[in-house]
């Protein structure tokens, strides 16, 4: 699908209240979005709890049938600090919570009712981030210890660490699967994306993806697939996002490994850190920022002179009041983006299409 610039509009659908300090990260339900199931989504926060959240779908068919949003069940007594990041199972069914008490909890939902069913220990502090793999087999934490720990999911929602990854020289911000393969990357505070894969039963670092071959040159905060998995976006204190395409003609191992490549370099649209990045899967990539703006791009098709590039589609300014820390487009058809902020909201937007009238 072409997209130009001027061709669409952010509409504001909903803002959320309910958290009482920042929220720092979202997490759309990957089983929702379907014409029998609403879609779902999780927030965490500052003020250590989750909150989760559903869509009311309105009766009506109208363009006004996204009606309202309803907060479903808040996680809370559970973490003793800061609820830094959550992930869902590709199933929908659990809940991987990551908080500053250095745990990660584990809830399950039961008829509706969440509860936590586990509780992973092992992180010397702050954890980070939490990733599911895409058979919801393997769990991945992060954290200011530097390091990142794989996780095995056993039967009855036991979890056991099967490798704890030692090669980032800082502060580990986010760890995430690739979309196909079990094969995982982490950003760093040390400027840097590793790419770990499994080796006959020993994680290694397989890449690293760093300044000398045209990374960043400041702390990566985040990083997104787009759909199909060859290509990849990160983000940086550096105010750039860089695309790195997956170099399948270079095979490195037996396994089957491809490196990964830059491609280009987005800069010259942010002038604070950008904190967050998501690709839909319709090729568009949002960013969320310390300027509290939020940004989309898309693939320039002109002029590919020099290789691929992309271009600036639309930038919201002011989307919330403080600092962006998550963006993150909705599954399923519509063209939905939930956005949180430092300013203790979540806002849902719809991305649409002025030539028609709805983006769809």
């Known amino acids: 699908m072409e997209f130009h610039e001027g061709a669409c509009e952010l509409k504001l659908l909903q803002t959320l209240d309910g958290h009482t300090d920042r929220v720092w990260s979202l ?17 965490c926060s500052g003020d250590k709890t989750v909150r989760i959240w559903e869509q009311n779908p309105s009766l ?18 559970t973490h003793t600090r800061t609820v830094r990041s959550c992930s869902w199972s590709p199933s929908g069914k659990l809940l991987a919570v990551a908080s500053f008490d250095a745990t990660t909890s584990i809830w399950e939902n039961v008829g509706g009712d969440f509860e936590c069913v586990s509780t992973l220990e092992g992180h010397e502090n702050e954890v980070k981030s939490v990733s599911w793999n895409a058979a919801g087999t393997l769990l991945a934490t992060c954290g200011r210890d530097k390091s990142v720990w794989i996780w095995e999911a056993q039967p009855g929602n036991e979890f056991e ?12 911000k986010m760890v995430l699967w690739h979309p196909t393969l079990d094969v995982l990357f982490s950003c760093s505070y040390d400027n840097t994306v590793k790419v770990w894969a499994d080796d006959d039963d020993d994680w290694q670092c397989v890449q690293t993806l760093g300044e000398p071959n045209n ?8 990083l997104s697939f787009n759909k199909t998995g060859d290509k990849m976006v990160t983000c940086s204190d550096d105010l750039t996002l860089k695309i790195w395409e997956m170099d399948s003609t270079s095979m490195q191992s037996a396994d089957g490994y491809a490196p990964w ?7 010259g649209y942010h002038d604070r850190t950008i904190f967050s990045v998501h690709w839909s899967s319709e090729g568009i990539i949002a960013s969320g920022a310390a300027d509290d703006a939020i940004r989309f791009f898309v ?7 020099d290789g691929p590039s992309y ?3 639309l930038k919201e300014e002011k989307a919330h009041g403080m600092d962006i820390n998550s963006v993150q487009w909705s599954p399923g058809e519509k063209r939905l983006l939930a956005s949180a ?15 028609t009238g709805n983006g769809y």
């Open 161 to 172: 660490c099967v490798s704890v990854l030692q090669g980032h020289s800082q502060d580990v």
């Open 311 to 313: 271009k600036l589609l």
């Open 27 to 43: 997490a759309w339900n990957p089983a929702t979005g379907t014409a029998e199931t609403p879609l779902v989504f999780a927030s």
């Open 261 to 267: 490549r830059h491609l280009c370099t987005i800069t």
């Open 341 to 355: 902020s430092d300013d203790g909201t979540v806002k849902i937007w719809e991305l649409a299409s002025l030539c």
């Open 215 to 222: 990374g960043h040159s400041s702390t990566v905060w985040a």
């Open 60 to 77: 009506s068919s109208s363009s006004s049938s996204y009606s309202s949003w309803n907060c479903k069940a808040v996680l809370e007594d």
């Open 299 to 305: 693939e320039d098709k002109d002029g590919l002179v």
